[in-house]
C-alpha cells in the first residue's frame, strides 16, 4: 500500500514556474513507475509525465515536452514535477500515481493522491 500527498500547487502568470511535490508513504517507494496526470474541468484525466521506478527512464505528453520535468528522490519518497514556461491551458488538478507498470494510461496506476489545483492565469 503506498499513500501519495501532492503539494506546491497554486495560482501563477503565465510563463511563470512551479514546482509539484509528491511524497509517499508505506514500502517500497523505490520500486513503483511515477506519474503525473492532469484534469481540467470539464476534461477527462490526460498523462503528463512519468518516471521509471530507478529514474532513468521518464516520459512526457507532447503538451508538456521541453517545458516539464519529472524527477524523484527514492531516498526521500518524493516525486518532483518542475513546471516552467506555465501556460493558462496548463491550469488543471495535478495528481501523483504510483504503479507497476510503465504506461502513460490512468488506469494502469494502482495508486493517487488527492491533486493539486494549479491555476495559470494570462
Known amino acids: 500500500q503506498v499513500q501519495l500527498v501532492e503539494s506546491g500547487g497554486g495560482l501563477v502568470q503565465a510563463g511563470g514556474s512551479l514546482r509539484l511535490s509528491c511524497a509517499a508513504s508505506g514500502r517500497a517507494f523505490s520500486r513503483y513507475n511515477m506519474g503525473w496526470f492532469r484534469q481540467a474541468p470539464g476534461k477527462e484525466r490526460e498523462f503528463v509525465a512519468r518516471i521509471s521506478a530507478s529514474g532513468i527512464s521518464t516520459g512526457y505528453a507532447d503538451s508538456v515536452k521541453g517545458r516539464f520535468t519529472i524527477s524523484r528522490d527514492n531516498a526521500k519518497n518524493t516525486v518532483y514535477l518542475h513546471m516552467s514556461s506555465l501556460k493558462p491551458e496548463d491550469t488543471a488538478v495535478y495528481y501523483c500515481?504510483?504503479?507497476?507498470?510503465?504506461?502513460?494510461?490512468?488506469?494502469?496506476?494502482?495508486?493517487w493522491g488527492q491533486g493539486t489545483q494549479v491555476t495559470v492565469s494570462s
Open positions: 500515481t504510483a504503479g507497476g507498470m510503465i504506461s502513460t494510461t490512468a488506469r494502469d496506476y494502482d495508486y
